[in-house]
């Protein structure tokens, strides 16, 4: 719960920001999975969205020029799996870096010989524990609308699952929330797309789903709020998890 400081604080700077209404009916006509949210949800968002962009540093990199739509693009998005969670699941930490495109990490890693070796992927986006979020310019625009692709809200639910320590699939869950049964659902939900991909079968979730939990988790959380629909055909119990855990139904509102 805040503190009456603390929304003290968040009430003035809302009240502050000069962006206009103009400005954020521009960046939300680029995003049709708001289409769904009612007035005052978007309203709501809104409100997250600016103090999202008060609290953290955008920072370009490799020539990249960020202006104040593309802060507020990413922060709308970013901003759309909290709007019933609320700002303080961003906590602890501040920074996200954007690239112009794809970028390759410097990672280095050891393995059980104690051999180090450099990590050349290429990515798209990074989440780092306690950490900054990286994203690639390129990911975030030019994603097309409602495919069930979403480079930033991939990325930004890393953030919320890594809150227990650690990316894994298993966010902080509410209270009352079923530990065990998230775990089962889950897990066989995992399994289930594991053995499509490893049987070579066409699937409608992305196979990178089929990597690790964590994973899962967010590819699975991206297709929630593009295509919910797709969540629910194929995977009922783990999108009702969902429905449970963001506090929103997007089959619904």
């Known amino acids: 719960m805040f503190s009456l400081f603390t929304k003290w604080r968040h009430a003035r700077i809302i009240s502050r920001s000069e962006t206009s209404n103009d400005q954020w009916l521009a960046v939300f006509s680029h995003l049709p999975m708001l289409d769904r949210l009612k007035s005052v949800e978007k309203g709501k968002l809104r409100r997250l969205a600016i103090l999202f962009l008060d609290e953290k540093e955008f920072t370009g990199v490799k020539g990249l020029q960020l202006n104040?739509?593309?802060?507020?693009?990413?922060?709308?998005?970013a901003c759309l799996p909290i709007l019933n969670l609320g700002i303080e699941w961003y906590r602890k930490w501040s920074s996200?870096?954007?690239y112009?495109?794809?970028?390759i990490p410097n990672n280095t890693y050891t393995d059980e010989a104690g051999v180090v070796h450099q990590d050349q992927s290429v990515l798209g986006g990074e989440a780092w524990l306690r950490g900054p979020v990286i994203l690639s310019w390129e990911g975030v625009a030019s994603s097309p609308p409602l495919d069930g692709n979403n480079l930033v809200i991939h990325e930004f639910v890393h953030k919320l699952d890594m809150l227990n320590g650690v990316a894994n699939?298993?966010?902080p869950l509410h209270k009352g929330m079923d530990k065990a049964a998230w775990s089962h659902d889950f897990q066989q939900a995992f399994n289930d797309l594991q053995h499509k991909v490893n049987a070579g079968e066409s699937t409608v979730i992305d196979k990178y789903a089929a990597t690790e939990p964590?994973?899962?988790f967010a590819v699975l959380s991206e297709?929630?709020?593009e295509?919910?629909?797709q969540v629910y055909s194929i995977y009922p119990a783990v999108f009702q998890?969902?429905?449970e855990f963001y506090r929103q139904n997007p089959l619904t509102e």
């Open 214 to 216: 964590a994973e899962f």
């Open 223 to 225: 297709v929630f709020f």
């Open 169 to 171: 699939g298993f966010p």
């Open 227 to 229: 295509r919910p629909d």
């Open 100 to 103: 112009p495109d794809s970028f």
């Open 241 to 243: 998890h969902f429905v």
């Open 96 to 98: 996200i870096i954007v």
């Open 68 to 77: 104040g739509e593309m802060r507020m693009l990413i922060a709308v998005q």
